[in-house]
């Protein structure tokens, strides 16, 4: 079988983790929609990641031939496809982290929120087999609208009995990358150097850059903090308007889930001290999920950190944040429940 030829023989004989070197563990990652704009960077840059031994492609469309491309790079991970509803538990059993950029993107025009009608039911349906196939694996959702797409998530894996609140994580990452890169612009930092806490959800408003807390500490003009604040919850609409009908972002958002997937995959190993942003179940607020600063560990989410001091413009944002996500987080349990 074709899966056996791309593993080759030592997996094939003594299993995939033989790839693994010098007793690394080696994590097993499944992209679901991994035919995609996003899933083809993302399963490109997985494969070229050291703590992954076998990689998963699952797609309704295209994974034969995505698979063959990636698997020909000389990296460590085992790669095998798998293609349409049928192989979608053989996709799923064994894995440790499973990462969904499933569904259709944005075109000018659109909000996220009008994506909910098809994503909503893709997403629902690949959780249920996540909560029958791997249900103590780490998930990652990019899925849009990312505010309604993680509680449907929850409210399926809560039905089935399996729900953790630990490991079920909405990927919120593009928005601190983005925040990193124009704030080190104004500030004439690179962008490596800078570390933007964003905070709330994953659309318009709910997208909430805590600029008063940026590291290194710095202060900007009135002016700065509403250009900045703009162009933050605005990014993803920059890039649609952009691409002009041909999709939503999709390079820039491969390296934010690769990036957020290897610090799931560290805390994971043991590492110490890995804090993220992320869309999670939480009490940090009044409101069942919200993203913010979590510590990332063995276990998944091992802490969600406080909001800290906010200044009066980031209340005022928190308070416009807080209406648009109760709505979208209603909306998406109601989805499930009805
Ligand atoms: P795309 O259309 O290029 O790719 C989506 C892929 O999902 C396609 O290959 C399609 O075949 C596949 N798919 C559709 N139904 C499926 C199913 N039932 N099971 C498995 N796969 C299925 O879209 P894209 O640009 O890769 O964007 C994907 C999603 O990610 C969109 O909803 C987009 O809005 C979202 N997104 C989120 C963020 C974020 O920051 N969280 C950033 C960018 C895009
Ligand atoms: C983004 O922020 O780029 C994504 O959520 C895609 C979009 O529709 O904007």
Redesign the pocket.
């Known amino acids: 079988p074709s899966n056996l030829r791309m593993e080759g023989r030592c997996s094939s004989l003594m299993g995939a983790n033989c790839r693994a070197k010098g007793g690394a563990p080696g994590f097993k990652v499944a992209i679901?929609?991994?035919?995609?704009?996003?899933?083809q960077p993302l399963a490109m840059l997985i494969k070229m990641n050291p703590l992954v031994s076998v990689l998963h492609l699952?797609?309704?469309?295209?994974t034969p031939g995505v698979t063959a491309d990636i698997s020909h790079m000389d990296t460590g991970a085992v790669v095998r496809g798998f293609l349409g509803?049928q192989q979608?538990e053989d996709a799923l059993i064994g894995m440790d982290l499973v990462i969904i950029?499933?569904?259709?993107?944005?075109k000018p025009g659109m909000t996220?929120d009008d994506?909910f009608n098809i994503?909503a039911g893709?997403v629902k349906?690949?959780c249920e087999a996540i909560a029958k196939c791997c249900p103590k694996a780490i998930v990652n959702?990019?899925?849009?609208p990312?505010n309604s797409t993680v509680p449907i998530a929850a409210e399926v894996f809560k039905r089935a009995g399996t729900y953790d609140p630990k490991i079920l994580l909405?990927?919120?990452?593009?928005?601190v990358v983005r925040a990193n890169t124009f704030v080190a612009e104004v500030l004439g930092l690179d962008p490596r150097d800078v570390d933007v806490p964003v905070v709330g959800g994953?659309a318009g408003v709910t997208i909430l850059p805590l600029l008063s807390q940026v590291k290194p500490p710095c202060a900007f003009t009135p002016k700065e903090v509403d250009y900045l604040t703009n162009r933050i919850q605005n990014g993803?609409t920059e890039v649609v308007e952009a691409k002009a009908g041909a999709?939503?972002?999709?390079l820039s958002?491969a390296y934010?889930a690769v990036k957020f997937a290897d610090a799931c995959l560290r805390g994971l190993r043991g590492d110490a001290g890995i804090i993220q942003c992320a869309y999670v179940g939480s009490q940090v607020i009044e409101l069942p999920f919200f993203a913010s600063k979590v510590r990332l560990g063995r276990n998944g989410i091992e802490e969600i950190f406080p909001l800290g001091p906010l200044n009066e413009y980031e209340r005022d944002g928190l308070e416009k944040a807080k209406k648009e996500l109760a709505e979208s987080i209603q909306k998406g349990i109601s989805f499930v429940r009805k």
């Open positions: 679901l929609g991994a035919a995609g704009g996003i899933g699952y797609d309704v469309v295209n509803q979608l950029p499933a569904g259709v993107p944005r996220r994506l994503n893709i349906t690949l959702v990019i899925s849009n990312v909405g990927v919120t990452m593009l928005d994953h993803g999709g939503s972002a999709t958002m934010a």
